[in-house]
Protein backbone atom coordinates (compact mmCIF):
# COMPACT_ATOMS: atom_id res chain seq x y z
CA UNK A 1 0.00 0.00 0.00
CA UNK A 2 1.37 3.02 -1.05
CA UNK A 3 2.52 5.48 2.07
CA UNK A 4 3.95 9.04 1.76
CA UNK A 5 5.23 10.93 4.56
CA UNK A 6 5.70 14.72 3.73
CA UNK A 7 8.03 16.93 5.50
CA UNK A 8 9.52 20.65 5.63
CA UNK A 9 6.96 22.80 6.40
CA UNK A 10 6.56 25.79 8.95
CA UNK A 11 6.34 29.30 9.27
CA UNK A 12 7.59 31.90 7.13
CA UNK A 13 7.57 35.23 5.96
CA UNK A 14 6.33 36.27 2.60
CA UNK A 15 8.53 36.27 -0.23
CA UNK A 16 10.08 33.36 1.61
CA UNK A 17 11.11 30.42 0.44
CA UNK A 18 9.99 26.63 1.69
CA UNK A 19 11.38 23.37 0.40
CA UNK A 20 9.07 20.26 0.94
CA UNK A 21 10.20 16.75 0.90
CA UNK A 22 7.81 13.62 0.42
CA UNK A 23 9.15 10.62 1.26
CA UNK A 24 7.74 7.52 -0.61
CA UNK A 25 7.29 3.67 0.08
CA UNK A 26 5.35 0.84 -0.39
CA UNK A 27 5.57 1.21 -4.43
CA UNK A 28 7.89 1.57 -7.26
CA UNK A 29 7.75 5.24 -7.93
CA UNK A 30 9.61 5.29 -11.00
CA UNK A 31 6.15 4.13 -12.38
CA UNK A 32 3.75 6.73 -11.38
CA UNK A 33 3.12 10.57 -11.36
CA UNK A 34 3.02 11.86 -8.06
CA UNK A 35 2.10 15.20 -7.36
CA UNK A 36 1.98 17.85 -4.48
CA UNK A 37 -1.57 19.28 -3.51
CA UNK A 38 -2.60 21.55 -0.48
CA UNK A 39 -6.01 22.04 1.18
CA UNK A 40 -6.63 25.77 3.11
CA UNK A 41 -9.17 25.77 5.82
CA UNK A 42 -12.51 26.01 4.30
CA UNK A 43 -11.41 25.19 0.90
CA UNK A 44 -11.39 21.85 -0.93
CA UNK A 45 -8.12 20.35 -1.71
CA UNK A 46 -6.37 21.28 -4.96
CA UNK A 47 -3.45 20.37 -7.01
CA UNK A 48 -0.73 22.45 -7.17
CA UNK A 49 2.47 20.89 -8.52
CA UNK A 50 2.49 17.36 -10.64
CA UNK A 51 4.84 15.61 -12.46
CA UNK A 52 4.58 12.14 -14.55
CA UNK A 53 6.99 9.25 -14.01
CA UNK A 54 10.10 10.29 -16.03
CA UNK A 55 10.34 13.93 -14.62
CA UNK A 56 10.10 15.31 -18.22
CA UNK A 57 6.49 16.26 -17.66
CA UNK A 58 5.15 18.91 -15.14
CA UNK A 59 1.76 20.75 -14.74
CA UNK A 60 1.32 23.91 -12.33
CA UNK A 61 -1.85 25.76 -12.11
CA UNK A 62 -1.21 29.83 -12.71
CA UNK A 63 -1.45 30.29 -9.03
CA UNK A 64 2.18 28.92 -8.29
CA UNK A 65 3.41 28.47 -11.54
CA UNK A 66 7.13 30.31 -11.99
CA UNK A 67 7.17 30.43 -7.93
CA UNK A 68 6.74 26.51 -7.32
CA UNK A 69 8.80 23.79 -8.71
CA UNK A 70 8.52 20.04 -7.89
CA UNK A 71 11.39 17.48 -8.71
CA UNK A 72 11.17 13.98 -7.92
CA UNK A 73 14.68 11.54 -7.16
CA UNK A 74 13.08 8.23 -7.48
CA UNK A 75 16.73 6.31 -6.00
CA UNK A 76 15.76 8.21 -2.55
CA UNK A 77 11.51 7.75 -3.59
CA UNK A 78 11.11 11.45 -2.80
CA UNK A 79 9.81 14.14 -4.59
CA UNK A 80 10.58 17.67 -3.37
CA UNK A 81 8.38 21.08 -4.04
CA UNK A 82 10.82 24.11 -3.96
CA UNK A 83 8.29 26.99 -3.02
CA UNK A 84 9.58 30.52 -3.41
CA UNK A 85 7.78 34.09 -3.25
CA UNK A 86 5.74 32.75 -0.96
CA UNK A 87 2.24 34.59 -0.09
CA UNK A 88 -0.21 34.40 2.65
CA UNK A 89 -2.71 32.31 0.01
CA UNK A 90 0.03 29.68 -0.32
CA UNK A 91 -0.68 29.41 3.41
CA UNK A 92 -2.36 25.23 3.88
CA UNK A 93 -1.75 21.77 4.46
CA UNK A 94 0.61 20.24 1.71
CA UNK A 95 0.31 16.60 0.70
CA UNK A 96 1.57 14.23 -1.79
CA UNK A 97 0.16 11.70 -3.65
CA UNK A 98 0.65 9.39 -6.51
CA UNK A 99 -0.95 7.75 -9.67
CA UNK A 100 -0.03 5.36 -11.75
CA UNK A 101 -2.57 5.52 -14.34
CA UNK A 102 -3.34 9.34 -14.60
CA UNK A 103 -0.62 11.93 -15.84
CA UNK A 104 0.42 15.06 -14.19
CA UNK A 105 -2.28 17.34 -15.41
CA UNK A 106 -5.08 15.43 -15.00
CA UNK A 107 -3.90 14.29 -11.53
CA UNK A 108 -3.02 18.02 -10.57
CA UNK A 109 -6.33 19.03 -12.01
CA UNK A 110 -8.63 16.57 -11.15
CA UNK A 111 -7.94 16.26 -7.40
CA UNK A 112 -11.67 16.14 -6.24
CA UNK A 113 -12.03 12.05 -8.18
CA UNK A 114 -8.52 10.93 -7.01
CA UNK A 115 -9.40 7.80 -4.45
CA UNK A 116 -5.85 7.15 -4.02
CA UNK A 117 -3.49 7.08 -0.74
CA UNK A 118 -2.63 10.22 1.05
CA UNK A 119 -0.19 11.51 3.79
CA UNK A 120 -0.64 13.30 6.84
CA UNK A 121 0.52 16.66 5.16
CA UNK A 122 2.73 19.12 6.15
CA UNK A 123 1.38 22.49 7.66
CA UNK A 124 2.63 25.75 5.93
CA UNK A 125 2.31 29.41 7.24
CA UNK A 126 2.70 32.33 5.56
CA UNK A 127 2.44 35.49 7.58
CA UNK A 128 4.93 38.08 8.64
Known amino acids: QAQFVESGGGLVQPGGSLRLSCAAS????????IGWFRQAAGKEREGISC????????YYPDSVKGRFTISRDDAKNTVYLQMNSLKPEDTAVYYC?????????????????????WGEGTQVTVSA
Open 26 to 33: GFETDRYA
Open 97 to 117: AASEAWGPQALCVMTRYFDGS
Open 51 to 58: INSNGELT
